[in-house]
């Protein structure tokens, strides 16, 4: 395989690759997108320039594999939805307590800081933070509510629409708190609670209707 043919993905990285996300990410995160370099990068992980743009482009590049491959470690896409037919409610928890602790997750707030505040002057930051990131997540879980709707056991509605509403529902003061570094972590009490009432909520609002009693 030629250096250039080498694949960005970080889904199976090479010694290598590991060593540069390490470096990146400790950059990243103590320093911010747009102070980091590339040449930063390549010292930091011990590596050559021309090492660093064969696994990775570009920056962007770089910072999206980073994204991806948390959200396939951790993320919301890591939870196989392919059963939960005969307890969507459990499944829904399963995957809300997954989101919810990735998203609390040290790295995961760090990188949300750094993207929130670099989008604005590198849209391609946003944008590789959405895709990799809560966009994939959305795709995800829309596809299993699809099929669940298919099959008559959630109402039929927009399955997109109803994934956003599910992990907005996740999204409460713990993650806001968190990002601000207001409280400690939240326990695993705070976080079955909310994950709890964000199930109730969109289940009272997806679920079907009964059939009246005879």
Do not use: N
């Not at 890591?78 to 928890?93: F, H, P, Q």
């Not at 760090?110 to 990799?132: K, S």
């Amino acid at each position: 395989m030629s250096e250039t043919a080498i694949s960005p993905d970080l889904a199976d990285p090479t010694p290598k690759q590991r060593d540069i996300a390490a470096a990146a990410t400790r950059l990243f995160m103590a320093q911010g997108y747009a102070a980091v370099s590339m040449d930063a990068i390549a010292r930091a992980a011990g590596v050559s320039k021309a090492t660093l743009y064969a696994y990775f482009a570009s920056k962007d590049r770089l910072f999206a594999s980073l994204v991806g491959a948390a959200c396939m470690r951790s993320g919301p896409g890591s939870v196989e939805l392919t059963g939960g037919e005969t307890d969507i409610g459990a499944t829904l928890t399963t995957l809300g307590e997954r989101v919810l602790r990735f998203m609390l997750e040290e790295q995961s707030l760090a990188i949300y800081r750094v993207v929130m505040a670099e989008a604005a002057r590198f849209p391609e930051l946003g944008r590789a933070f959405y895709e990799r990131g809560a966009g994939a997540s959305r795709r995800h879980l829309a596809t299993w509510l699809e099929r669940q709707m298919q099959a008559g056991r959630l109402l039929a509605r927009d399955p997109g629409v109803a994934a956003e509403h599910f992990v907005a529902l996740l999204r409460t003061h713990l993650h806001m708190r968190a990002l601000l570094g207001i409280d400690p972590p939240p326990t695993d009490a705070e976080i079955e609670t909310t994950v709890a009432a964000a199930v109730e909520t969109f289940l009272r609002a997806y679920a079907p209707e009964k059939p009246p009693a005879a």
